[in-house]
């Protein structure tokens, strides 16, 4: 009896083409983008749960506020996670951490290194990075030890593949000029880690200003270890209580309602709940819920495909069903032999699906910034999810018309012609509204999308970003700063050079400042930039009032008697001037104390020096050259490529203990919106995959209305109809779908974009033009779409379809 | 064998109520081979389906081997219908999906008769015809005759009691039609009952006994 349900499933599958590669390609679009969305929603959800700790890690973050504005961050200076640990029993230990970029060398190997971890020593009992060489317990208890990744053994020893990585341990790399024992080597840090590292070495290899313990100079990461999960809660408002102790506020220096707090955040809910980002941008968790709605959209439009062709292909069907009940069969057996039908279009689509899903790993890697393996579509869990899912969706897709056509009576379905009226009329006509309601709502959201994005990236910031090039430097090179300045000015191509700490934009140097005037002291909270010569002019910004720093400024930093006469001179954004009540041409020549007093020099009109999400808020510019960490150089836009390879030249003659590396600051300014960029790619992809399968399943629909209508388009035609006439009267009832769908998808997808614009502060306005454009290119898809078969109807000769029969 | 009494059969068109059956009442003894004529509209075909129970009338009652089938629970009705009826149409309605062979085969598989049983039926059946030779034919690789007598076959595949014909000749050219219901006087000597409907006189002679129907009524 299955051997006869199969065999009739397969040969009716091959006999409609039509709608059989409509219904097994949408199918298997739907699941494969379901089995993509959902490796990367388990992807997310992973993140360090591969810690056997994870659920008693917690990140400390820092809650203070100081003249009078409340700050959170998730770094804490160093004394908060020893001498909470001392405090209270609960917490088991701590680690404090830092990643920085550093050259790294084994003899000729040398290379600028981005990711070195620098903690303390119980880094490798609290955390999961299971050894192949070496111990964990003793792997950072002292200064000069280094453990390094799989990896990077292979890379800077290469003979560990054939002697084994035991063979690396006790060798010796040098780091920043310091010479390091290999300790351990660890496998390589999973991408669903949010501390990534490739090398590891001791907390106090940091310098100075890791060393000793201070509340402020928030710089690291710290994590605790909790003796038990549920001690959570209650740590909490222990730690808030002694942080409000007179004692502790005494020896952080808080005075008056200034305060000093800890958090805890369960390692597990750090990626996709903290609105701090720590080593790397933080997912989030509202990502993940709208990928998981766009998932079950996209196969509901394609499942909505499946059940509308099948109950518009009843017709043709009619006859065997009704033949089928003459010859005994049961209501039973006829359901049975249409839901093998439904499942064995399910499992071909699924196994288009993992086809198709492999090939676009590669693909899909390069928008979610995930290396997956293709092989993963292949593992037990995507596949049980797939076959459970593929499972849900041909019983689901099966089930009405299966029901429809068995439960019919024989005596009608035997009549000619009989098609099925009323109730399921209804049904289709809402599935395709539903479909395209929901095109139509990620089209127009999308649209909002890269309207922002767009806004965003060409907003004039400022500041001119195009042919700026960054050159990080370090090291020994400052030895030599002001020779090297001069020597990459004077490379043919380069217009100006300037220098600074960060890049401008964006700058996370966190500083305050006071300013005195006859209205009285004003304490202000600022972003501060040291920087260096020629700022302004190099980066085209424009200056309100006064000047750019000038060569004799540094005569004011006199550091002869100790410093007691070092001044500085600064230069103050528009912002932070209307913040003291002062105009622009008032500024000029007050005094700020940043720490050091000096003169305002200059106010400069506002610029961007953060992400959109953020207005532009007070900022300060010093003129501090030797904490440079970047040269910025204008090049002329007419030979980059030669310019910067006469960059690398100069760089190779002078600079031997770095390799050069060079970035465009325009580049990095895009990074800033890498997962609004990644977020806005998936949401155009999903668009146009729900407005393809949504079409599919339409040009299914209108090529089965057509062939019902063939004689009446004879007849039609024979009374003189134009093709016009023909067109629209295939096109129209589709097309009022397709309108009534517009008007409920355009109210959605108003709020939803309004909503999601929201988080910007500097936004686009919404324009109507969106939702005209987005309503009529869906009606001109729609029309396309369905009158193909209207105009080869049209087309065909009526006395042909009026003959037979 | 079939003892149809005061049969009303009618649709409800707007307030009128449209007659297609009135008050039919017919006797078929086992073993009579029963011709139905009438022109179109007349309730033949109708009639065959109340009698083959793929229709159920208004008002009155149907005995069907001494069985008030009207009465019967759906499950009951199909099980009779399965074992004992066979069905011909003019349209032959075979299954364009299937062979020959399979045709044969499907109402066989709705009676969970074993494979390899099925096989010697079906076998048997594609010899008598002398049809054994298309059995991996589709139909439409077939002439009107052959799908006929493939449609004969199927429904003689089950043994049935009763074999209903409607109008088994009307797409068929008379040879073929002269070839068909001279198997169907052979069944019928076999004791196998026959009723079909037909429009032809010639056809109708075949048979042991004529019902002529006019709108809805038996008038001879």
Redesign the interface.
């Known amino acids: 009896?299955w051997r006869?349900y199969f065999?009739?499933s397969f040969?009716?599958l091959l006999?409609n083409k039509l709608y059989t590669g409509i219904n097994i390609f949408g199918l298997a679009i739907g699941l494969s983008a379901c089995l993509l969305i959902g490796l990367y929603i388990r992807h997310e959800m992973s993140y360090d749960t591969f810690n056997s700790n994870a659920d008693r890690i917690v990140r400390l973050t820092m809650e203070y506020r100081q003249a009078g504005t409340v700050n959170t961050t998730a770094t804490t200076g160093t004394k908060a996670g020893p001498q909470l640990t001392r405090t209270f029993p609960a917490i088991e230990s701590y680690v404090r951490t830092f990643i920085k970029s550093n050259v790294v060398k084994n003899g000729d190997k040398m290379f600028d290194e981005p990711h070195i971890l620098y903690a303390d020593s119980l880094f490798f009992k609290i955390f999961t990075f299971p050894f192949i060489a070496g111990n964990t317990a003793t792997a950072l208890d002292a200064p000069d030890k280094m453990v390094i990744t799989k990896s990077m053994a292979e890379k800077y020893f290469p003979e560990v593949k054939t002697m084994g990585y035991a063979t690396a341990l006790d060798k010796t790399l040098t780091c920043n000029d310091k010479d390091y024992k290999i300790s351990g080597i660890c496998n390589d840090v999973p991408d669903n880690s949010q501390i990534k590292f490739d090398f590891a070495t001791a907390f106090s290899n940091l310098g100075n200003h890791a060393k000793g313990e201070t509340w402020w100079t928030a710089n690291w990461i710290t994590y605790l270890l909790l003796h038990q999960e549920k001690d959570i809660p209650r740590l909490q408002s222990d730690i808030t209580h002694y942080m409000n102790s007179t004692d502790v506020k005494a020896d952080a220096g808080l005075t008056g309602n200034d305060y000093l707090n800890f958090h805890l955040e369960p390692l597990k809910k750090v990626h996709l709940y903290s609105n701090l980002p720590g080593f790397e941008p933080n997912g989030s968790i509202k990502i993940i819920y709208l990928f998981s709605i766009i998932a079950f959209l996209i196969l509901l439009i394609a499942s909505a495909n499946y059940t509308n062709l099948s109950t518009a292909q009843s017709s043709e069907r009619s006859?065997?069903i009704?033949?089928?009940k003459?010859?005994?069969?049961?209501k039973r057996?006829v359901f049975i032999q249409f839901m093998t039908e439904a499942f064995l279009m399910g499992f071909l689509a699924a196994f288009l699906a993992i086809a198709l899903s492999i090939f676009f790993i590669p693909l899909f890697n390069q928008i979610t910034g995930i290396a997956f393996k293709s092989t993963i579509v292949l593992q037990p869990y995507p596949l049980l999810s797939l076959l459970g899912i593929t499972l849900l969706i041909s019983f689901l897709a099966g089930l009405y018309p299966s029901l429809i056509l068995s439960g019919t009576q024989?005596?009608g379905i035997?009549k000619k012609g009989f098609t099925f009226t009323g109730g399921k009329n209804w049904l289709r006509k809402s599935l395709i509204v539903v479909q395209f309601c929901i095109s139509v709502f990620l089209i127009i959201y999308t649209l909002i999308i890269l309207q922002q994005m767009n806004y965003m990236k060409s907003k004039n910031l400022g500041y001119d970003q195009s042919h700026l090039v960054v050159l990080p430097i370090g090291g020994k090179m400052m030895d030599q700063f002001k020779s090297l300045e001069t020597a990459f000015g004077a490379v043919p191509g380069v217009e100006s050079i300037t220098a600074s700490y960060d890049t401008p934009e964006f700058v996370e140097w966190g500083d305050g400042i006071s300013a005195q005037d006859d209205k009285g002291t004003h304490d202000v909270s600022v972003n501060a930039m040291p920087v260096d010569l020629n700022f302004i002019n190099t980066l085209g910004m424009h200056l309100v009032a006064g000047r750019d720093f000038q060569e004799t400024d540094f005569a004011k930093q006199d550091t002869s008697n100790d410093g007691a006469n070092y001044h500085n001179t600064y230069m103050i954004n528009e912002t932070l001037a209307k913040k003291l009540g002062w105009s622009a041409q008032e500024a000029i020549g007050k005094k700020i104390d940043k720490g050091v007093t000096g003169e305002v020099v200059g106010v400069v009109k506002d610029f961007n020096y953060s992400s959109l999400h953020d207005p532009i808020g007070p900022m300060v510019l010093f003129l501090q050259r030797e904490l440079s960490r970047n040269f910025i150089l204008r090049i002329q836009g007419n030979d980059i490529k030669g310019t910067v390879s006469r960059l690398e030249e100069t760089w190779k003659q002078r600079v031997t203990d770095r390799p050069f590396n060079y970035h465009f600051l325009d580049d990095s300014y895009n990074k800033l919106y890498l997962s609004e960029d990644r977020s806005a790619t998936l949401f155009s992809i999903a668009a146009v995959l729900a407005i393809i399968l949504a079409c599919l399943g339409l040009f299914g629909l209108s090529a089965f209305s057509t062939l019902q209508r063939t004689k009446e388009i004879g007849v039609r035609r024979v009374l003189g109809a134009t093709m016009g006439n023909i067109v629209f009267l295939i096109s129209k009832n589709f097309l009022q779908l397709v309108i009534v769908s517009i008007m409920i998808a355009i109210p959605l997808a108003w709020l939803a974009g309004r909503n999601w614009i929201q988080d910007y502060s500097y936004r686009i306005e919404i324009n109507w033009l969106t939702f005209l454009l987005a309503g009529i290119a869906a009606l001109i898809i729609t029309f396309i779409t369905v009158s193909f078969q209207a105009i080869r109807a049209a087309f065909s000769n009526p006395v042909k379809s009026l003959r037979s029969e | 064998m079939i003892a149809l009494k005061n049969i009303f059969k009618w649709y409800n068109t707007g307030i009128n109520r449209t007659f297609i059956l009135k008050d039919i009442s017919l006797n078929v003894a086992e073993g009579e081979f029963i011709s139905i004529m009438g022109p179109s509209g007349s309730g033949k075909s109708t009639l065959l389906h109340v009698i083959g129970l793929l229709d159920a009338p208004n008002e009155g009652s149907y005995s069907f081997m001494g069985e008030n089938v009207l009465a019967l629970k759906e499950k009951k009705r199909s099980e009779i219908f399965k074992t004992h009826i066979g069905f011909v149409f003019q349209a032959y309605h075979l299954i364009d999906e299937l062979t020959v062979y399979e045709n044969i085969e499907t109402p066989l598989i709705y009676q969970n008769i074993k494979s390899s049983e099925r096989k010697s039926m079906v076998a048997d059946i594609l010899d008598r015809f002398q049809i054994v030779g298309k059995k991996d034919l589709f139909p439409n690789q077939l002439s009107g005759g052959q799908q006929q007598l493939v449609g004969i076959a199927r429904a003689l595949i089950v043994h049935p009691k009763l074999i209903l014909a409607d109008e088994p000749t009307g797409n068929l050219n008379s040879k073929q039609g002269t070839e068909i219901m001279n198997l169907f006087k052979e069944l019928n000597q076999e004791g196998v009952t026959i009723i079909q409907v037909t429009h032809s006189e010639k056809n109708a002679e075949y048979g042991s006994r004529i019902i002529e129907l006019l709108d809805g009524r038996i008038v001879g």
């Open positions: 009896m006869n065999k009739t040969r009716n006999k006859a065997e009704g033949m089928r003459v010859l005994g069969a049961s057996q024989v005596m035997l």
